[in-house]
């Protein structure tokens, strides 16, 4: 299966300080490639540059070096024009339900604004199926949602309509950045449900997030990012059940889990200061930056 | 020490009525328990803990009693409150991390804190110093100002304040929220470290994250639409929870090793009610699967086992 | 936060009748913009009352107010009535407030907002060009070009102050353009195809109408002040007579000394009464708009 979305050496530095005379370097030669019909999870702390890589690939930032395929084409140097054409495959729900709404218009405003630039000579009855049809494919019903105000809707049915906006174009390809941190318990499996959903449906789905519980329910590959760089990757499996890089290790005995108190260890966290390896082979399909 | 609470009412007052945030809650801990208090957004969880110490802005105090030691707490008085605060009840607010003054170095603001309650910042000194290396953080980190901090060694910092006078009662408020999650393992531990060591007496420790609690936690209290759902130890509400919404709160939890493919969870179809008007009886009737006409009254808080505290008619004690 | 109480509501109705609400029991704001309004409407209808030219030397000297030959304010030392005077230098204050306050707001939107939403080089530039007007030394700048200007109208003067006081409001738009720049919903606008120009004026915009409102009122209040402090300093329009040149000429003129307190009372007041009103004004909706402001 050739990849949907592909990245090669992808670099983000940022110019900070004064007159920008320092570097920060965000993302450090990232390479990953996503499939169709399969959820590959970007995993991270804060800092570690996976918002920064969701936003380059949907060229929300612009990448400093290295390239972004999209079905073998080169999207990193798109101009306006064809990236409109290419937003019509790619797509993105981000973190903040209530910051992705724009506060004074209704919510379904975001669908408004598909169809006025994707399908202006649409009738309105035709879109008004199909804009059904894209809610019920997220679970939500039309009169519950539709001209209602943002703060009259819950976070969930929030994150959920963007996922319809999505689908109403000819979705292939979904970044979804931390779409479930900002609900409650309760609702966030649905969202996270209809990831799966998609991915059965053949889209290729990039979840990022910083919870790792929530990273193996849902993804088929991991990658682990720890200050911009890929420490470690492989199939989910693999990543969490033969963990290889010490940081993957040390995030998988953090996390707080329901049926296991933790060890007795009393560090503060991974500290040391590696020296970045390169990304070798430590089993099938199964790559960390340890020393060989 | 031990905290009663009993028949508590704290609501919000709005131009539109009133918000009923906390509703008639009665529930203790006792001396060196560490009580998680979990529930989803709207529960009231963080509205509870703030009117153990200090009433914000809107909120009101409505009725119902809290003692500590043995001797009322006078919630409802600001002025009266203010012996107690920092001295035998403590929080760490939500969002410590910008609790810090950020134009103020730290151990200035300390000492300012310090100064203002008729402490004396030099008889405390190796105190805090002692302290602050238990917790791993160097004695330089009080010359520094806040924005040189990383946001765990803020969290660290802002415990350590807000224990330094060994307060019987410590209020933390979704600090671990903010964290990655290696430091929320750590800043957890922590809280545990203080139990241990009687920094602290007794905890309420409010986070909507269950899993953090369990770690944790002697003993969890599930909150929602404003009321008390139960109670029990960490490992009777994990492993064998009464409540039907502490079911299905539990059984939402993905851990690692459940996979989407072989074992699909569900949320809770719904949303919790909007505590301006709140529907009578009991509050998670509408999204529960086993509501039936006898919900229509409030179940009371009772206790149906040892040290099992549970608000459903469908429980038998 | 008050919990459990957003998601219930009317949307956008309730809304507007909750700001309606306050604002018209908000009584800074009432009494601003009653002083205003009134001011205004004098402006509109006093000129109709006013029974002789203002620049005309009537020949009556230093008379003090009078019902007689429609004197009602008095008249200056060079028996120029004082009223039509007022009325007149009332109307154009309220002129060169809305074009001059008119056109710093437009500027400095334009500048602000595409400096807050591009950001990078383009913010670094329009950086100097604020800064580099934000110093021009106006007085001086004035001076060359009334030098060069035979006739100095009001509109002159009005172009004048627009062009030199947008400055500050650019960098206060361009700091809210910024934090709203990083919301994600114009990320979202982007992944919708919406252009740059297009986002501004609907998804930026909007969101600050509130700001964009009550920065224009200080804008119009400030163009006053600053054509006041121009007239009085003489380089006011030379065609017509406002009420800083009124308060120039009373003063030149040793109206003080001479107890004529007709002619610089009236102006003076009404300066004042009509920037002050809409600063107070401008509290008052800072308080409606703002709700943590609203004491409740």
């Known amino acids: 299966m050739s990849a949907l979305l592909e990245l090669e050496r992808c670099t983000k530095v940022y110019r900070v300080g004064s007159f920008g005379t320092r570097r920060l370097t965000a993302v450090s030669d990232v390479s990953f490639d996503v499939r169709a019909g399969e959820v590959v999870s970007l995993i991270g702390e804060s800092g570690s540059g996976k918002s920064t890589i969701g936003r380059m690939i949907l060229r929300l930032s612009p990448v400093t070096s290295g390239t972004i395929r999209f079905k073998g084409d080169d999207v990193s140097t798109y101009s306006d024009h064809r990236l409109k054409g290419y937003y019509r495959h790619a797509q993105g729900v981000f973190q903040d339900p209530f910051s992705s709404y724009n506060p004074v218009y209704k919510a379904d405003r975001v669908l408004e604004l598909v169809k006025i630039a994707y399908f202006p000579h649409v009738d309105r009855a035709t879109w008004r199926s199909k804009i059904e049809a894209s809610l019920e494919a997220v679970s939500l019903d039309p009169g519950q949602v539709l001209h209602k105000f943002p703060h009259q809707l819950s976070g969930g049915q929030l994150q959920r309509l963007l996922v319809a906006r999505a689908l109403l174009l000819d979705l292939e390809f979904l970044v979804a950045d931390e779409i479930i941190s900002m609900l409650d318990a309760s609702t966030r499996i649905d969202v996270l449900n209809l990831l799966g959903a998609l991915k059965a449906r053949g889209l290729g789905i990039l979840f990022i997030t910083h919870d790792l519980s929530l990273g193996n329910y849902i993804s088929d590959?991991?990658?682990?990012?720890?200050?911009?760089?890929?420490?470690?990757?492989?199939?989910t499996s693999e990543v969490f059940g033969d963990p290889r890089h010490p940081y993957t290790r040390s995030l998988l005995a953090a996390v707080p889990h329901l049926h296991q108190k933790w060890g007795n260890d009393t560090s503060y966290g991974f500290d040391s200061e590696q020296v970045p390896t390169a990304l070798v082979p430590v089993g099938p399909d199964h790559l960390a930056r340890v020393a060989v | 020490m031990s905290l009663d609470v009993s028949g508590l009412k704290m609501y919000y007052r709005t131009v539109r009525g009133d918000v009923r945030a906390v509703d008639d809650v009665t529930f203790s801990i006792a001396d060196g328990e560490i009580m998680g208090v979990a529930g989803e957004s709207g529960c009231g969880k963080s509205s509870l803990g703030n009117s153990l110490v200090y009433l914000a802005g809107r909120m009101k105090y409505?009725?119902?009693?809290?003692?500590?030691?043995?001797?009322?707490?006078?919630?409802?008085?600001?002025?009266?409150?203010?012996?107690?605060?920092?001295?035998?009840?403590?929080?760490?607010?939500?969002?410590?991390?910008?609790?810090?003054?950020?134009?103020?170095?730290?151990?200035?603001?300390?000492?300012?804190?310090?100064?203002?309650?008729?402490?004396?910042?030099?008889?405390?000194?190796?105190?805090?110093?002692?302290?602050?290396?238990?917790?791993?953080?160097?004695?330089?980190?009080?010359?520094?100002?806040?924005?040189?901090?990383?946001?765990?060694?803020?969290q660290r910092t802002v415990m350590v304040i807000s224990t330094l006078l060994d307060p019987s009662l410590l209020i933390a408020d979704e600090i671990t929220s903010a964290l990655d999650v290696s430091t929320q393992k750590a800043v957890a531990k922590m809280l545990v470290e203080f139990r241990d060591r009687g920094f602290v007496k007794s905890m309420a420790v409010i986070t909507h994250d269950i899993s953090i609690l369990y770690q944790v936690a002697d003993t969890i209290l599930v909150m929602y639409g404003g009321q008390l759902a139960e109670k029990a130890s960490a490992a009777e509400i994990i492993e064998a929870p009464r409540h039907p919404y502490t079911k299905l709160l539990i059984s939402s939890l993905p851990e690692i090793g459940v996979r989407y493919e072989t074992k699909k969870l569900h949320g809770i179809p719904g949303t919790p009610p909007a505590l301006l008007d709140p529907p009578e009886g009991c509050r998670f009737r509408d999204r529960c699967p086993l509501a039936s006409e006898a919900c229509r009254r409030t179940p009371p808080f009772r206790e149906v086992a040892a040290g099992h505290h549970v608000a459903c008619w469908r429980v038998a004690a | 936060m008050i919990p459990g109480i957003s998601k219930k509501g009317e949307g956008a109705d309730s809304a507007l009748r909750e700001t309606v609400y306050f604002a018209l029991h908000n009584r800074k704001l009432v009494v601003g913009l009653g002083i205003t309004l009134f001011m205004l409407l004098f402006a509109l209808v006093g000129p109709l009352f006013a029974q002789h030219p203002p620049l005309e030397y009537g020949g009556h000297l230093s008379v003090a107010p009078t019902t007689k030959d429609g004197y009602w304010f008095g008249t200056t030392l060079l028996g120029q009535d004082v009223y039509a005077q007022f009325v007149n230098g009332l109307r154009l204050a309220f002129v060169v407030g809305a074009i001059g306050g008119g056109i710093a707001a437009l500027v400095g939107m334009v500048v602000g907002f595409t400096a807050g939403y591009r950001g990078g080089v383009v913010d670094e530039i329009l950086n100097m060009l604020t800064n580099v007007?934000?110093?021009?030394?106006?007085?001086?700048?004035?001076?060359?070009?009334?030098?060069?200007?035979?006739?100095?109208?009001?509109?002159?003067?009005?172009?004048?102050?627009?062009?030199?006081?947008?400055?500050?409001?650019?960098?206060?738009?361009?700091?809210?353009?910024?934090?709203?720049?990083?919301?994600?919903?114009?990320?979202?606008?982007?992944?919708?195809?919406?252009r740059s120009s297009r986002i501004i004026f609907t998804e930026i915009a909007p969101n600050m109408s509130s700001y964009l409102f009550m920065m224009f009122i200080l804008l119009f209040g400030g163009a006053i002040l600053i054509a006041a402090t121009l007239d009085f300093i003489g380089l006011g329009p030379s065609n017509t007579i406002s009420l800083g040149m009124m308060m120039q000429l009373s003063v030149q003129n040793a109206a003080l000394q001479l107890h004529l307190w007709w002619w610089f009372l009236p102006p003076g007041l009404a300066m004042m009464a009509i920037v002050g009103s809409l600063y107070v004004m401008n509290v008052g909706l800072d308080e409606v708009f703002n709700p943590r402001l609203r004491s409740m």
């Open chain 1, 221 to 235: 590959r991991t990658l682990i990012l720890r200050r911009g760089a890929v420490v470690e990757s492989g199939p």
């Open chain 2, 62 to 154: 409505v009725g119902g009693t809290v003692e500590l030691d043995g001797a009322p707490l006078p919630i409802w008085d600001f002025e009266a409150m203010n012996q107690y605060r920092f001295s035998r009840v403590s929080v760490i607010p939500q969002y410590a991390m910008s609790a810090l003054n950020p134009t103020r170095r730290v151990g200035r603001m300390l000492e300012e804190l310090l100064k203002s309650r008729g402490f004396d910042y030099g008889s405390l000194q190796p105190e805090l110093l002692r302290r602050l290396e238990l917790v791993g953080l160097d004695a330089e980190v009080l010359r520094l100002y806040p924005i040189e901090l990383s946001g765990g060694m803020k």
């Open chain 3, 133 to 194: 007007v934000l110093v021009i030394p106006t007085f001086a700048l004035l001076l060359v070009i009334a030098a060069y200007l035979k006739v100095r109208g009001v509109m002159t003067e009005s172009i004048f102050i627009g062009l030199t006081s947008w400055p500050w409001a650019a960098r206060a738009l361009r700091a809210q353009t910024f934090s709203l720049t990083s919301r994600d919903f114009i990320g979202l606008a982007r992944l919708s195809g919406e």
